[in-house]
């Protein structure tokens, strides 16, 4: 079945200590995006890509990177991990931006110590 | 920004009513999306519904969209124990990239 795979599930990494996130797709979408959702509250878009074109929200931080390496990949890189950047990280992809569907996968929950 | 407001932030039923859910938007939009999530889990497409739509029907589910007053509502009939989960709205700009998040009810339905 034609999915979005995010490994690992689960990640725990120490503060300061850069840690990669990965997102693969087999529906050959063209944009990807990374989400980061904190408890209760509502995934907050963090960057997307259309294709190979980067697209990072004004308020990100610095501290989050994005690699798309090809069509099926992304990565989140978080280069300096605080306390505060412990979360669930969502990849999502969609065909043509937001006028589709986005579709999600399972999300790889951060635990920072 | 949060471009989305939902109410009721919690809604707690029983098994077999209706429930209702709100978002509540501020910009111009291309579509609405409403999207389900189970607890630690990723969000799962439920409907969309153009901003040229008024209504739209999937299964149990009813969508309405108001674009002179930028509000959307879902109406889950006959709601199950399975539906518990928390809800989000999702609007499009008209550039079609982006897609923001309301904050989301979280439904709860007794069985």
């Known amino acids: 079945d034609a999915m979005v795979i995010q490994n690992p599930r689960y990640q725990v990494t120490q503060f300061g200590k850069p840690v990669t996130l990965s997102c693969s797709q087999t529906?050959?979408?063209?944009?990807m995006y990374w989400y980061q959702q904190k408890s209760s509250q509502a995934p907050k878009l963090l960057f997307h890509y259309y294709d190979k074109d980067f697209n990072n929200e004004a308020d990100t931080p610095d501290n989050f990177q994005s690699r798309r390496p090809n069509t099926s990949f992304c990565f989140l890189d978080i280069r300096s991990p605080g306390l505060g950047d412990a979360a669930m990280y969502l990849c999502?992809?969609?065909?043509?931006?937001?006028?589709?569907?986005?579709?999600f996968g399972p999300g790889t929950r951060l635990t920072v110590l | 920004s949060q471009q989305g407001e939902e109410d009721p932030q919690a809604l707690s039923i029983q098994e077999g009513e209706n429930a209702t859910m709100n978002c509540s938007y501020k910009t111009s939009i291309n579509n609405l999306q409403w999207y389900r999530q189970n607890s630690g889990r990723g969000l799962v497409h439920l409907i969309l519904?153009?901003?040229?739509?008024r209504e739209k029907h999937s299964g149990r589910l009813r969508v309405t969209l108001d674009t002179s007053k930028k509000s959307s509502s879902l109406l889950i009939t006959a709601s199950r124990a399975a539906d518990t989960a928390s809800y989000f709205c999702?609007?499009?700009?008209?550039?079609?990239?982006?897609?923001?998040f309301g904050a989301g009810t979280r439904l709860f339905v007794k069985a």
């Open positions: 999502a992809t969609s065909r043509v931006g937001g006028i589709n569907e986005q579709f």
């Open positions: 519904i153009r901003s040229n739509e």
């Open positions: 999702a609007t499009a700009d008209t550039g079609g990239f982006k897609t923001i």
């Open positions: 529906l050959n979408h063209n944009v």
